[in-house]
């Protein structure tokens, strides 16, 4: 079983703050790097991703953050906002492997 | 609008009794998989499908069966439900080209009592 280890499991941060969620990988195979959004009572949504070509990826005031020789990637909020209070989850995935392998999750609360 | 659509937001079964999940997709993706959720656990993959009537164990597949006759509908049958199958299923879908990126439905949140 591959092994992804997500942190931190819960995080706090006040409205127009920076929330950083890291995830630890073990394959150096894998080729894809997401990060998924999953609001209560919905599934999860692709929010970001990036490939092993390039260290960062930004998409408005989401950045994810790649560092292959470290074996990690962070995802990065700025201006954190009440409407990004949610889960994420770290899945990467390559390789050969064929599924995705989802971190435990990080619950994201942000105060206004 | 892509959809996946699960048959029940809420289940509650009694243990023994054989459960049907079941799990429709509008975009003609050839990919298909079956999730549960637990808190701390993150996603774990029962089984997944690449194909009508083709199958694949995922990491957790004891206890459930799946069947896929359709290509847009993809069904997950426990057995004889127990009481630590008590969960959160989440059924996902992705095209052959883009196999990584997957489409989810709203979940079913089931109990076994």
């Known amino acids: 079983q591959q092994q992804v280890k997500q942190s931190p499991q819960s995080l706090i941060v006040q409205k127009g703050g920076i929330s950083i969620i890291n995830c630890a990988y073990e394959n150096t195979a894998f080729d894809y790097f997401p990060w998924y959004q999953q609001f209560p009572g919905k599934g999860p949504a692709l929010l970001i991703a990036?490939?092993?070509?390039?260290s960062e990826k930004k998409e408005g005031r989401f950045t994810i953050s790649f560092n292959k020789s470290a074996k990690q990637f962070s995802l990065h909020i700025m201006d954190s906002q009440p409407g990004d209070s949610a889960t994420y989850f770290c899945?990467?995935?390559?390789?050969?492997?064929?599924?995705?392998?989802f971190g435990a999750g990080t619950r994201l609360a942000v105060h206004p | 609008d892509v959809k996946v659509t699960q048959s029940s937001r809420y289940l509650v079964k009694r243990t023994g009794e054989k459960v049907f999940l079941e799990c429709v997709q509008d975009m003609d993706h050839e990919n298909m998989f079956w999730y549960r959720q637990d808190p701390g656990l993150g996603l774990r993959l029962i089984y997944f499908?690449?194909?009508?009537?083709?199958?694949e164990k995922g990491d957790i597949p004891e206890g459930y069966s799946v069947s896929r006759e359709k290509k847009e509908r993809f069904s997950l049958i426990l057995e004889s439900a127990s009481t630590n199958q008590t969960s959160m299923y989440l059924c996902?879908?992705?095209?052959?080209?883009?196999?990584?990126?997957?489409?989810f439905g709203s979940g079913t949140q089931l109990s076994v009592l």
């Open positions: 899945a990467p995935t390559g390789g050969g492997y064929n599924k995705l392998i």
């Open positions: 990036i490939r092993p070509d390039v």
């Open positions: 996902a879908s992705s095209s052959q080209g883009a196999r990584e990126k997957l489409f």
């Open positions: 499908s690449y194909d009508v009537k083709m199958k």
